[in-house]
Nanobody, 115 residues
Framework: VQLQASGGGLVQPGGSLRLSCAAF????????MVWYRQPPGKQRELVAG???????NYADSVKGRFTISRDSAKNTVWLQMSSLKPEDTAVYYC??????????WGQGTQVTVSS
């Protein structure tokens, strides 16, 4: 499995961005897709995940502001981010899990929230 993430950029506080993660290869082995982020100087943290049946979970810090979704072919996952805050600034990574292990990481995309 290979993952290609895109959609990052610079946005003002309160703005929105949508990240995309396209999966290639043996996508039938993927059970869960997860977005992580790594803020400057901090450890990587889970942002949101979505299972094959569409179940989702979110970090408390993004609930109500971020939405994870996937297309019907299950080879693209999006992270819609709204009401962005400076503390959302981070490199965002998508990952694919074939439970219980991670089978692929995307290359990371920078999101900067600043006025």
């Amino acid at each position: 499995v290979q993952l290609q993430a895109s959609g990052g950029g610079l946005v003002q506080p309160g703005g929105s961005l949508r990240l995309s993660c396209a999966a290639f290869g043996s996508i039938g082995t993927i059970d869960i897709m997860v977005w992580y982020r790594q803020p400057p100087g901090k450890q990587r943290e889970l942002v949101a995940g979505i299972t094959n049946d569409g179940s989702t979970n979110y970090a408390d810090s993004v609930k109500g502001r971020f939405t994870i979704s996937r297309d019907s072919a299950k080879n693209t996952v999006w992270l819609q981010m709204s009401s962005l805050k400076p503390e959302d600034t981070a490199v965002y990574y998508c990952s694919a899990l074939s439970v219980p292990r991670v089978v692929a990481w995307g290359q990371g995309t920078q999101v900067t929230v600043s006025s």
